[in-house]
Nanobody, 126 residues
Framework: QAHMVESGGGSVQFGGSLRLSCEAS???????MGWFRQAPGQRREAVAL???????YYGDSVRDRFTISLDYPKNTLLLQMRNLKPEDTAMYYC?????????????????????WGRGAQVTVSS
């Protein structure tokens, strides 16, 4: 069964940076991918989405600090996180649609994504 594999999580201090990477376990024609996060006791929320290689969504709390991109030669999804804050502490999940979808089906909603990773922990200390 296809799944995503995240890497790059870790612990940093307030104001630091981290880069998360994600690869698919097998080839896919998915054109919508994204990063979600879940903090303890909270619902999983969308962080950033990319459709056809173009960023289409950033959560309000991460806009201007996080950048989502797709490294085409490596088929790797990236999330560059800068100026990290303690409230960014969460498990970060990479997700992709199960195949090609129209742009209207690439939304900040978990139900649009059928392929998930196990997550990468990001911890930001004050």
């Amino acid at each position: 069964q296809a799944h995503m594999v995240e890497s790059g999580g870790g612990s940093v201090q307030f104001g630091g940076s981290l880069r998360l990477s994600c690869e698919a376990s097998q080839p896919s024609n998915a054109n919508c991918m994204g990063w979600f996060r879940q903090a303890p006791g909270q619902r999983r929320e969308a962080v950033a989405l990319i459709y056809g290689g173009t960023p289409t969504y950033y959560g309000d709390s991460v806009r201007d600090r996080f950048t989502i991109s797709l490294d085409y030669p490596k088929n790797t999804l990236l999330l560059q996180m800068r100026n990290l804050k303690p409230e960014d502490t969460a498990m970060y999940y990479c997700a992709a649609t199960t195949g090609w979808v129209s742009s209207s089906r690439c939304r900040a909603a978990e139900t649009d994504f059928g392929v998930w990773g196990r997550g990468a922990q990001v911890t930001v200390s004050s």
